[in-house]
């Protein structure tokens, strides 16, 4: 069975979903913020992004995903940013089905009120255009796309496996 990568904007929902879903399917939970932590030696993303800059995190982020997508029956839940590399994309596409989260914006700005860990969130207009931006890189890069600002964890799982399933 291929992996499931959720993709999206910061505030989606991905990691509280991909925890449910993987249960659901009794699937590995793989979060690449947290594999990305790992391969740093930094204690935080905030510090990658302030002492390292933006495009190492990226590098770290392909090579995740390269690692990663060598295993099988797998939720991935991807950083919000994993969409900027077409490199890392593809690599995604070929190994599991893409499921983008999609929520508003006044949806993941009420969810994100007081984080303090995002680094691309600390400006609220810098965030917005970032927003519209990314939304039809996202698009484009789904195989099932699902609206979460109005349903519940548990349910979203549940439409996502149903999704997967007809696909
Ligand atoms: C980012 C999203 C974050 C994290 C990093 C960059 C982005 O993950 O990878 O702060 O570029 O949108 P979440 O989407 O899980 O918040």
Known sequence: MKNIALIGFMGAGKSTVAEVLAKKLNYTLIETDGQILSMSHLPSINDIFDKK?????????????????????????????????????NLL???????????????????????????????????????????????????VVIATDNES????AQQIIEKCNAK
């Not at 990226?58 to 390269?66: G, K, P, T």
Request: hydrophobic share 35%; aromatic share 8%.
């Open 153 to 156: 964890p548990e349910q979203i």
């Open 93 to 143: 596409k070929q190994n599991a089905t893409v499921v983008f989260l999609s929520a508003e914006f006044e949806t993941v700005k009420s969810r994100l009120k007081s984080t303090t860990t995002r680094p691309l969130f600390r400006q609220e207009e810098k965030a917005m255009l970032l927003y519209a931006l990314r939304l039809p890189i996202y698009k484009q890069y789904a195989d």
């Open 53 to 89: 800059g933006e495009e190492y995190f990226r590098q770290l982020e392909r090579n995740a995903i390269a690692e990663i997508v060598k295993n099988t029956k797998q939720v991935i839940s991807c950083g919000g940013g994993i969409i900027s590399s077409q490199e890392t994309m």
